[in-house]
Structures are given as structure tokens and as C-alpha cells.
């Protein structure tokens, strides 16, 4: 084993050693002291003195150097026990050590072998007597470089040694090295504490040797499993090698270039290759299609002289070597022959018919074409028949409409009691033959889609209240009760005017047909929807007769005296349909009726809590009201209603007399009729007026459009006919 270097505990002892030599000189020098002056002193009693003294001195020196002697004994014996621990340590440390298998070597912080075992020294034969502690790394790691110990050091000496000096200041895991004798050691070094480097150095040849055996052993495998692979592909293969020697091959090969199995010695090399192939399917073409290929792919076609005509790949590989294929496509090309020619064949049929898709194309141009004219006419056609309606309905209402005027003016005069039966007869023939004209009408335009349904959120209860307010008088009037459930008071989403149609008709039928008891409308709320019921006890519907009386025309008991001709519920069923709002019955006979519609739930909003003008105090007395209509017996009513009332009525008939009339000031309000002669309307000539003055416009157009439009521009309007009693109201509302 190598030299070792003093422990600590040898060096303390050496350093107590030192002291009780010091302690030694000191006592000798007092005592050689105290003798001199004892020469130099006679006097006995000085002599005496300095005796007492010199001996307290003395024994106090004595006793010190006798518990420094003692200390140092003890030291003795501590470091006596020392270091026989540390040399019976050391020698079972250089034991342990001298026992591992693995190869040890521990270096000091300033990289200085301090210990080392036989197993380290025997990976370096040749120079182990010369590798002793105190040595430093790179001295011992150049003698390995210089004796060639390594493989690495062989090849490059001074790039091992700079690789296995960064190597060991890393000192941070584990390295694998060759040495020139063919074994494999595994370094591991890590850091100690101090700063030193401790390495362990395991011999790894056997494994080394195992990794090598089990991956020729995997090589032979994939070797077998590649010449298996070769021989089960239809494709002919051989690849040489950079000398040019054959090295794989496979049976199909054999079978392409029309070899037999015992001719694979002629192919051995590649120049015998090109030789059979030119012997056996006739004189290489131009280009050399089996040339050798030094780099990259080519791809040639090859015909033999048998008529085949053979694909040859050549592939150039990495390490100098090339790889060929032979695949036979002479069935390939005769296929793509044929399909050449079918494809002929097609594309001929494909113009024929491309030509015959052309001429549909065209006819069907031509029949959008004349689609798009038919639906242009039938548009056109819609809106003149909107007009004829809007146009039908004004000359039809405009008598009407004159003669409620005339019949409300007679009514409120004094007459004999036969006259004034006759008025009130003629007044009731006059609401027939306006409900007749009203149902008309408005079933002629949900027929004609001239009804466009203005769909909104709205609250319920306030349609309910002004059914409350329409039918409580008839129903009283016939001796029935009716009943409004608080349960309608919710927000519903429809179109109100088309939504109030369907329930006044369900009341109204309900009335008509009920001759005791009552009739009753609620409102039952589901999840996203609302059902509105109107519940009779009449005499009942036999369920065979459900869908027939929503027919036009049609009543079941003509019989029974009640007006009406068998339009209401017609109407109820097209605005359900046009709205979306599905229609129901439940009935049977004698149990009376339930109609219903469901409508969505709407979205509750802020109301405008501005309260309707209230009529002023005072009424209509001495008002002075401009009427402006292009019928004679329309003015003429019109003076004779608003005299009875008290008003001043100006009449003119057209825009140029209305005019000269504003012109003379004095006008508290205005009604025109909408529409007048030579296309002018009633709104447009008071906007030409330019006087603010409160205007109600008098309309046979019941559509939503005309009514947002004139409630944007600030006029009112009443529908025809015009009831007096809803005239002298909304006069009385806006008059200032």
C-alpha cells in the first residue's frame, strides 16, 4: 500500500511533546536563578528571605509543571488511544478498501491522491509502482496518456487527457472509457465535502461483452426479419455494398430478371448484375438504366426482349452502398392503356352529355326567367289588389259613413216617437251592413296578405279592459253575465289589433249564441306561453262540426234569429294561422263552448304612465272645426253633427279651399279625410297648412303601416265609418 501522512491526533502529540520541553528550560533557568543569588548575597537574613521566597516560587512552579506534567500524561495516554483508533480505523478503512471489487482512488481539495486501493492500481499496470499519495491527478491522468493505457489516449493523447481533466473537475456522475486492453471500466467521481474527489471505478467488460452479444443478436434477428420481409414483397430487391458486392437479395428477384435459384454467383458483384441482365433480356438502353448510382434516386423503365417491360429504382445509401428494385408493370401500362382508351371513350360521352346539360341549363335560365316575370306580376298583382282593397274599402264606407252621420244628427233631435223608431232601425240596419263590410274587407285582406301582423310585447290586461268596457253594455243588454279573470294581467308577445280581433270575436259569438248564464274569459300561464279561454254556456258544438264553422259563411243553426253571416270565426282562423297562435274548441252539445288561442308570454316593459288628455271643461261649444272631404254628402253630415254640438264647422273639399280657409285663422281643430281627389291625402295637405293644429284623419285603411305613420307625424285617426260618439270624444280630447 502507499505511504500514508500524519493524522491530527499524531500531531497534537508532537505539539505537547514541544511544550513540556519549554516547561523543562524554564524550570532549569529559575533554578540555576536562585543558586547565582545566593552567591552574590551574605546577608543570612536577605539570604533567608530570598530562600522563603525562591522556595514559593518553586513549589508553586512545581505544582504547575506537575499538573502540566499530569495534563501532558493524560494527553499521552488520549493520544496513544487515538491513535491506536486511528491505526486499527485506518487499517480496517485500508482493509474495506483493499476488499471492494470496484476500483478506489480518493483525492484531497487540492487534488492530491491521498489513498488509493490494488483494484485502481491493476487498471494501470505498466505504471502503478509509480502512482503514489500525494501525486496529483493530472500527473497520474498523464502517465495514463503517455503509457497509452486507454484506447482513447491511443488514438489521441492529448484530447483524452483534456477530455478526462474536464471530466474529473466536473466530477458529477458517471463515464465509460475503453482501455488498450480490451476492457471497459465505468468512472463514477463525485465531490466530497472538503473539496476532494472520490472515484470509484467498476469494470464493465462483461457487460460491455453481454450489450455486444445481445445486439448481434438483435442484428441477426432484424437480418432475418429483413430477408423475410424481402422475400414476401412482390418487388425484386438486391443492395450492394460500397465495394460492390451483393449483400441482400430476395427470391423475386430471381423471378424478374429471369434467373435461376442456383445463378445468384453470377450477381454476386454489380458489374455481374449488369452482365446477366444484358445476356438474359437483351442490350442495355441509353442511360445505363442499371448504372451505379453514387448519390440520390433514379427511376428508369427497362423493356426486355421477351416484351415485359420492368420499373428499376436505384438508390444510393449512406455508407457508399445501393439498393435496386425490380417491379414488372407491363400489366400496369396495358391497364392504364385501356384506361386511356376508356377515358376517351368517356370524356366523348361526358361532352355529349355536358352538351345536353347546356341545353337544360339554358331552358332552365329561361324558366327562372320567366318565374321571376310570373312572381314580378304576381307582386304587381298583390299590390294592386292591397290598392283595390284600400280603394274598395274607402267608396264603400264613404256612404255608409255619410249616412251614420246623417242617422247619429236625426237621432239627437227631437221626434215623434214612430220617427224616432225609425231612426233607431236604420241606425241598427246601418251596424249590420258595417259589421257586413267590416268582416268583408278584413277577411279580403288576410286572403291577400295585405295585413302584415305588427308583433310586439304588450300587457294583456289592457286589451282585456276595453273588451270589459265594449261587451259589458250588450251583455247586460241581453241579460247575461260576463266575467273577466284577474288571471289575464300578463305580457304577452303578438300583434295587439290582430290578437283583440280573434278575442272580440270569440266574445262577440259567445254573446250571440248564449241564452242564459254567462260567459267568462281567463287566462291560463304555462312555461313560455298563455292559453285565453272564452267559456259560453250555450247550447253547445257537436265535435263533427268543430273545423266546419271556421269555413266562411258557415253557421250551424240558421234557424235562430241572431245576426251575423258566418265570418268571425273565419277571420279568428287566419289571424291565428298568419300570427302563429294556434286556435282551439272544446265542445259538445248541451255543455256549452271553450275557444281558445295560445300566445307567447312577452317580456314585461315600462309603461308610459302619461294619462290620455281629458276633455276639457266646457265641451265643444263654439269651437270652430275645418272638414276637409272630397264627398258632398260626407260635408254635409259632418255640419250637421258638429252644429248640433255647438261647433262652427268650415266644409271644403279640397286642398286649395282648405287653404283660403286656414287663412283666415280662427281653426281649433281639423278632420280630413285621407284620401282625396287627384291622389292627394287628408295628412299631406295639412302638413301644407303649417298651423299645429290638432288633426284627426278619417281612414278606410286599417293597416298598421298607415296607423305608425300618422301617429309619427302627430295626427289621430278613426276608422270608417266614424262613429259620432267616437268623434265627439276624440274632439272633445284634443280641442285647446
Known amino acids: ?138 500527473e497520474i491522468a498523464r502517465l495514463i496518456g503517455d ?12 484530447r483524452w487527457l483534456s477530455e478526462r481533466l474536464a471530466q474529473h473537475s466536473v466530477a458529477s456522475g458517471g463515464h465509460v472509457h475503453a482501455l488498450a486492453d480490451g476492457r471497459w471500466i465505468q468512472v463514477n467521481e463525485l465531490r466530497t465535502s472538503e473539496g476532494g474527489i472520490v472515484g470509484i471505478y467498476n469494470d464493465i467488460t462483461e457487460v460491455k461483452a453481454s450489450d455486444a452479444r ?43 430478371i429471369g434467373l435461376p435459384v442456383d445463378g445468384i454467383p453470377r450477381i454476386a458483384s454489380h458489374d455481374g448484375l449488369v452482365a446477366t441482365c444484358a445476356e438474359l433480356n437483351g442490350p442495355m438502353e441509353d442511360g445505363e438504366p442499371l448504372g451505379w448510382l453514387s448519390a440520390g434516386e433514379i427511376v428508369t423503365t427497362r423493356r426486355h426482349a421477351s416484351g415485359r417491360s420492368i420499373e428499376v429504382r436505384r438508390s444510393a445509401m449512406p455508407d457508399g452502398g445501393m439498393v435496386m428494385s425490380f417491379e414488372d408493370i407491363t400489366e ?32 332552365r335560365i329561361a324558366a327562372e326567367e320567366a318565374m321571376r316575370e310570373a312572381m314580378q306580376a304576381a307582386e304587381e298583382a298583390n299590390r294592386s289588389k292591397t290598392r283595390f282593397l284600400a280603394a274598395a274599402s274607402h267608396d264603400l264606407l264613404q256612404p255608409l259613413n255619410a249616412a251614420r252621420l246623417f242617422v247619429s244628427a236625426l237621432g239627437e233631435r227631437r221626434l215623434a216617437a214612430a220617427n224616432a223608431g225609425l231612426v233607431r232601425q236604420i241606425d241598427s240596419a246601418l251596424d249590420s251592413v258595417e259589421d257586413l263590410l267590416e268582416a268583408l274587407l278584413e277577411i279580403s285582406k288576410l286572403d291577400a296578405g295585405a295585413v302584415r301582423p305588427n308583433v310586439i310585447d304588450f300587457p294583456l290586461a289592457e286589451t282585456m279592459r276595453h273588451m270589459r268596457a265594449e261587451f ?69 258544438i257537436d265535435p263533427a262540426h268543430h273545423r266546419e264553422i271556421f269555413a266562411e259563411f258557415r253557421r ?57 288628455p281629458a276633455a276639457l271643461r266646457g ?21 250637421v253633427i258638429l252644429s248640433g254640438w255647438g261647433c262652427h264647422a268650415i266644409c271644403v273639399a279640397d286642398r286649395a279651399a282648405a287653404i283660403a280657409a286656414a287663412g283666415r285663422g280662427g281653426i281649433d281643430a281639423i278632420v280630413a279625410d285621407y284620401h282625396l281627389d287627384a291622389g292627394d291625402t287628408g295628412d299631406a295637405v295639412v302638413r301644407a297648412l303649417g298651423l299645429g293644429i290638432p288633426t284627426i284623419i278619417v281612414t278606410a285603411d286599417r293597416t298598421a303601416e298607415l296607423k305608425d305613420r300618422l301617429r309619427d307625424e302627430g295626427f289621430h285617426w278613426l276608422n270608417k265609418p266614424v262613429k259620432p260618439a267616437q268623434l265627439r270624444a276624440l274632439l272633445s280630447a284634443i280641442v285647446r
Request: hydrophobic share 45%; charged share 25%.
Open 472 to 540: 259589458t253594455p250588450l251583455a247586460r243588454e241581453r241579460g247575461l253575465a260576463l266575467a273577466f279573470d284577474d288571471s289575464c294581467d300578463a305580457w304577452v308577445r303578438s300583434d295587439p289589433r290582430l290578437l283583440r280581433r280573434i278575442v272580440q270575436n270569440f266574445i262577440s259569438n259567445a254573446l250571440r249564441y248564449t241564452d242564459s248564464g254567462g260567459v267568462t274569459v281567463r287566462c291560463h300561464a304555462g312555461a313560455s306561453v298563455l292559453r285565453i279561454e272564452v267559456i259560453d254556456t250555450g247550447p253547445g
Open 1 to 138: 500500500m502507499a505511504r500514508r501522512a500524519p493524522t491530527p491526533a499524531e500531531l497534537e502529540l508532537e505539539t505537547l511533546r514541544a511544550e513540556n520541553a519549554k516547561l523543562r528550560r524554564i524550570n532549569g533557568v529559575l533554578m540555576d536563578r536562585v543558586e547565582r543569588s545566593t552567591d552574590l548575597q551574605g546577608n543570612a537574613f536577605s539570604l533567608f528571605e530570598t530562600a522563603i521566597t525562591l522556595e514559593s516560587k518553586v513549589q508553586a512552579r512545581t505544582r504547575d509543571l506537575e499538573h502540566a506534567l499530569g495534563a501532558l500524561a493524560a494527553s499521552n495516554a488520549a493520544l496513544t488511544h487515538a491513535r491506536d483508533e486511528a491505526t486499527e480505523a485506518r487499517a480496517r478503512l485500508a482493509d474495506a478498501i483493499e476488499s471492494m471489487s470496484e476500483g478506489f482512488a480518493i483525492f484531497d481539495a487540492e487534488d492530491r491522491l491521498v489513498l488509493c486501493n490494488r483494484t485502481y492500481l491493476d487498471f494501470w499496470p505498466r505504471i502503478a509502482d509509480r502512482i503514489l499519495p500525494g501525486m496529483r491527478f493530472d
Open 147 to 158: 503509457d497509452r493505457a486507454a484506447l482513447g489516449a491511443m488514438v489521441s493523447p492529448d
Open 332 to 363: 400496369r401500362l396495358r391497364a392504364a392503356e385501356a384506361l386511356e382508351a376508356r377515358v376517351a371513350e368517356r370524356t366523348a360521352d361526358i361532352a355529349a352529355v355536358n352538351d345536353q346539360l347546356t341545353a337544360q341549363v339554358r331552358e
Open 556 to 612: 250551424l243553426d240558421r234557424d235562430r234569429p241572431v245576426k251575423g253571416i258566418g265570418l268571425g270565426l273565419a277571420i279568428v282562423e287566419r289571424a291565428g294561422r298568419m300570427l302563429g297562435h294556434p286556435i282551439g274548441l272544446e265542445s259538445a252539445p248541451g255543455r256549452g263552448a271553450t275557444f281558445t288561442v295560445t300566445v307567447p308570454l312577452g317580456r314585461a316593459q315600462a309603461v308610459d304612465a302619461a294619462a290620455t
Open 619 to 639: 265641451g265643444l261649444a263654439g269651437r270652430t272645426v275645418l272638414v276637409l272631404d272630397n264627398e258632398e254628402a260626407i260635408l254635409s253630415g259632418m255640419k
Open 214 to 256: 445481445e445486439r448481434a443478436r438483435e442484428l441477426a434477428q432484424k437480418s432475418v426479419l429483413l430477408q423475410a420481409t424481402l422475400d414476401n414483397i412482390r418487388l425484386g430487391v438486391c443492395v450492394y455494398d460500397a465495394d460492390r458486392r451483393l449483400i441482400a437479395w430476395n427470391r423475386s428477384l430471381l423471378a424478374v
